[in-house]
């Protein structure tokens, strides 16, 4: 039997549904459907399925992460301003015991002081910031060097999991 395709969820937080559209002098001209058309293309090119999901709501993105606990294999996030506050968003990363690469268009180290820490970061594997669009195209490819890992992983374990491994996170 052919192996199924391990799945990558891509989560975008509040407001970068507007990307292209608005703030271009900081966001860039890209739109979100752009970056995702990109990512898709990679993504099925190195063999893995991937989704995309934009919400403005904070309940809505910790529906969209306990989601991924059934269907998804890691996380790409970028929280948006939530990433500087939202304990919530953190408890249900932390919970889906995936992977989890988050990713800035800004450098938010170099931006406003409110900005400059991620709550997130904490239970990411790696964080991607201030490379514009290229944000994500970078994150998806740490996240496809990542399952690749795990699956050679467990391939070798003879498909049982390999605990202990911080790849598993
Ligand atoms: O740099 C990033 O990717 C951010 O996550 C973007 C968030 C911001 O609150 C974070 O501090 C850093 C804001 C996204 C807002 O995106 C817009 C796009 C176009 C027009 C207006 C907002």
Do not use: C
């Not at 993105?61 to 294999?73: N, Y």
């Not at 938010?108 to 970061?121: D, M, P, V």
């Amino acid at each position: 039997m052919e192996n199924k395709k391990m799945k990558i969820k891509v989560i975008h937080g509040p407001n970068l549904n507007l990307l292209g559209r608005r703030e271009v002098h900081i966001y860039g001209p890209m739109t979100l459907d752009q970056i995702e058309t990109n990512m898709k293309m990679v993504a099925q090119q190195a063999g893995f399925d991937i989704d995309f999901y934009q919400s403005n709501s904070e309940g809505d993105i910790v529906d969209a992460i306990q989601g991924a606990m059934e269907d998804s294999d890691g996380i790409i996030i970028n929280p948006g301003a939530y990433s500087h506050y939202s304990i919530a968003i953190l408890d249900a990363l932390r919970a889906v015991q995936k992977p989890v690469v988050e990713v800035h268009l800004t450098n938010i180290a170099q931006r406003e002081e409110y900005r400059r820490k991620s709550l997130i970061s904490e239970v990411a594997v790696g964080v991607v910031s201030g490379f514009g669009p290229y944000s994500y195209h970078l994150g998806l490819l740490a996240m496809i060097q990542i399952l690749n890992e795990i699956a050679q992983q467990r391939q070798m374990a003879g498909g049982r999991p390999t605990p202990g491994n911080p790849a598993n996170r």
